[in-house]
């Protein structure tokens, strides 16, 4: 079976610029999520879906959104790249909610790197 | 709210050594709990959960167990390997209110030959 797939691999763009991120979940899974991974901050929520529905989001600003398809995968976007967004960031997928189901397998991560 | 207290690295043992790395947790409700690890270049991958109280979960010689009492899940290994070198990350979850997962800082674990 294959794994959680992230896209591109490293990525780098300018200050002002915006980007998007694109995950495909292993086959049968119906929640992402993304994480922003930073040395300073750690591993930090971005935000979930589930049957294109986000259903949780962190404590990021708007220029950070996302969707997802009807076939489960998903995108995000950054608006208006600043520095500090520089960031390895990483997808993780699961069956969905509920005590059973919340596993989550992680994509090797797109690394971000703004100018 | 939910948070995750993980021990500060980093941590550099020699090989066939005895790990421990703490984690703490806090909750609202019932959380499931985690372990990742994370080898350079890489993504996380799940190393063992509990999912109740007193769970032991296990994999590849790693152990913890889900403490209530103390709110722990504190990660062992009898004999570590050079290739056990990596990140691990203490993780909580819980399903009841959404599939959002709390991560701790991680801890970085060195073993030398």
């Known amino acids: 079976k294959a794994g959680v797939t992230q896209t591109p691999r490293y990525l780098i763009k300018t200050r002002g610029q915006q980007v998007t991120l694109s995950c495909s979940p292993i086959?049968?899974?119906?929640?992402v999520s993304w994480y922003q991974q930073t040395p300073g901050q750690g591993l930090q929520f971005l935000f979930e879906?589930?049957?294109?529905?986000?259903?949780n989001k962190g404590n990021f600003p708007g220029r950070f959104s996302g969707r997802q398809f009807s076939n489960s995968r998903s995108e995000m976007n950054v608006s208006t790249l600043e520095l500090g967004d520089s960031a390895l960031y990483l997808c993780?997928?699961?069956?969905?909610?509920?005590?059973?189901?919340?596993?989550?397998?992680f994509g090797p991560g797109t690394r971000l790197t703004v100018l | 709210g939910n948070s995750v207290t993980q021990m500060e690295g980093p941590v550099t043992l020699s090989e066939e050594a005895f790990l421990t790395i703490n984690c703490t947790y806090t909750?609202?409700?019932?959380?499931?709990l985690f372990w990742y690890v994370q080898y350079p270049g890489e993504g996380l991958q799940l190393l063992l959960k509990?999912?109740?109280?007193?769970d032991k979960g296990s994999n590849k010689g790693f152990e913890a167990t889900y403490r209530k009492e103390t709110t722990s899940f504190h990660l062992e290994k009898g004999s570590v390997q050079v290739s056990d070198s990596a990140v691990y990350f203490c993780?909580?979850?819980?399903?009841?209110?959404?599939?959002?997962?709390?991560f701790g800082t991680g801890t970085s674990l060195t073993v030398i030959p």
């Open positions: 993780a997928s699961s069956l969905g909610p509920g005590i059973s189901y919340n596993e989550q397998f």
């Open positions: 086959s049968g899974h119906r929640s």
């Open positions: 879906y589930f049957s294109e529905t986000q259903r």
């Open positions: 909750a609202t409700g019932y959380p499931s």
């Open positions: 509990a999912t109740k109280a007193d």
């Open positions: 993780a909580l979850s819980d399903p009841r209110t959404g599939n959002q997962f709390y």
